[in-house]
């Protein structure tokens, strides 16, 4: 369309000049509160609603050429001022702003379904000091400025307050500048004289359809009164507003200026960061509240129980029949700020995790995720698009027909006595009382599975992070986790796991003496056998083996298993992960067959097999009386 400036629709007798960051509805707000007019009169003058036509809602992403040209003459502001004033601008760092016409009658934004709901364009939220101005005579007359970056919807906080943003009236709890009319701004049949920019523009009546009276009657509540006790922030303990603001920070960052976010350990760009920040909050969504796990010490996850809740409950019910689409998959983060907050969060904290962790976690929620209807076709249409490292991290666990959960991915979410300080990398004792047969894997590996899933118990984290606490990380990675998944085709024996793995935790909450394997773990872990202890031994199994030869070199050997064996008795650890013993340069597999030899000749029959059978039980007294010394302190 194009239009010219006529005379008698020239330029307007005063103007103002855009305050940072100002949206365009606000601009024409505070410039009718400036002239005395209607917003709607407003919009006529300055060329945004020729005639009757409304004012579509597509200006707030941006002005076609020649609207915007028509515009900064009649208002008097710069070219970059008008582009400044919508939110077009921030498309190149914001996919959801990346609208070509054509993606836009599609509701497809950078090409990705659905992306279009992650702007708010039927309402906003604010922050009441900023509406108040900064003090200055303008903006004491007109008040602050209502900021474009509060309609995106990871946007949450104030950074510059300290505060969660508002989203609706404190008086009518309508949403902020809603239209009544989803294809229009608010303001195209806005012809109210007089009320104030941050005054509360909603009709009184609750009907779907308001009168003609109504109309007449806003709300007129103030919103940038400050409500330091309904507000969303006088709810929210100080020490979790400290984390979420942080993260506000970067991503406002992200948005105003060229920013690199990390992600699983790698730097991308702002509109890469938010398409994966997308995937994550559909995922905590849709696998809630096996998501919860993945949770930091600091996040109210309550706020998103309530939130997932109405959602799905939402999505149960009918219209004329039919369901309502689930928003839990499909829709944007809520535009309530204190959901969206502990979900931005959330994801955020996934995201900043490294690539094995992350992996773990995310696999695990997608386990989950997968008896979601209508998640197979969210995954889809998302997974293009995310980085190569969120892609890497999700691959092995692509979408398959929807199927009950795993037993692993339903742990309780509990508070236990007992810590991974507790829990040993080889619980042989636990195992064998509670295990009669191994369900089809070798001993070692089933002790390995049950200690690190009574850690995810204990911590509430992802299985990768639970083997880290237990120094098992490079034996998970190479083969517990595929034998887990293999363990999972097992429904039965995968049951058998998991009630002896709840037995084993509520042995352990009734243990009145817990003992501390970490500690044990740490003094030994450049722990090397002394070598007069050594050498005691030595003499006592050549008195009473006078007729077994001793080789050159046989000591420094026994030195060496010797001490990887105490080490295991003491800590009850797995021999494919041994401590680092000081001035011996054997790798971790010659330290582990060195062990492995010596409790196979224990095995022998004849003088050599005695021999070795006596060094074993010596090995284990030795041990004893030192595990007794390292719990004493």
Known sequence: MTSTVSSSRGVLPRSLTPLPQEHLPGFLLRLAHRLDLSPS?????????????????????????????????????????????????????????DLTEERLLRRQAHGVR???????????????????????????????????????????????????????????????????RPSTLFLAYDQRVGLHPAQCRAPLSARGRSSRRDRARPCGARLDRVNPTNGPTGTIAANELKHLLAIQHRMTCLLLGPQQARCLGQLVEAGQYFLDLRLAIGLIRASWPAAG???????????????????????????????????????GPPVDTGACARLVGLADHILAQDPTTASDWLQGMLDQARTRPGWHAFFRACLPHTSTAVRA?????????????????????????FTSRHIPQQPTA???????????MAPEVLGRIVAVSLAVQAEHCGRQAA???????????????????VLRSRPADLEVLMAGIDAIADDLDACQRLIDYQRRREVLSTWFMPEMDLRRLALVLQSQHDDVPITVGWEFDLQRAASVLIWREVTCGDLTAPPHIRDDQQTRLQREQHARDLLRKAQADGEIGALYRDLIGYLHLYATFLATAIDRG
């Not at 636990?430 to 089809?440: D, I, K, S, T, Y």
């Open 393 to 417: 991290a999700i691959t092995p666990a692509r979408p398959r027909a929807s199927r009950a959960p795993s037993p692993l991915t339903r742990l309780p979410r509990k508070v236990h006595r």
């Open 467 to 485: 083997a880290g606490m237990l120094g098992l990380t490079a034996v998970w990675q190479r083969s517990d986790r595929h034998d887990l998944r």
């Open 293 to 331: 796990q993945s949770a930091p010490a600091w996040l109210t996850t309550e706020v998103i129980d309530d939130h997932v809740r109405q959602q799905h409950d939402l999505a149960r019910t009918t219209s004329n029949g039919r369901h309502t689409k689930d928003m839990t998959l499909h829709g």
């Open 430 to 440: 636990w195992v064998e009382r509670h295990f009669p047969a191994p369900l089809g």
């Open 114 to 180: 659905g992306m279009t709901r992650w702007v708010l364009t039927q309402s906003t939220r604010y922050c009441p000091r900023c509406l108040a101005g900064d003090g200055s005579a303008i903006q004491q007359a007109h008040g602050g400025a209502w900021q474009r970056l509060w309609r995106l919807a990871p946007v949450f906080a104030c950074t510059t307050h300290r505060c969660l943003l508002e989203h609706e009236c404190p008086r009518c709890h309508r949403p902020a500048q809603s239209s009544a």
């Open 41 to 97: 009169r407003v919009a006529v003058l300055t060329g945004l609603k020729p005639g009757n036509k409304p004012v579509p809602f597509e200006y707030l992403l941006g002005l076609p050429p020649s609207a915007a040209a028509e515009f900064a003459h009649r208002t008097r502001v710069s070219a970059s001022e008008t582009a400044e004033l919508c939110l077009g601008s921030l498309g190149p760092r914001y996919p959801a702003l």
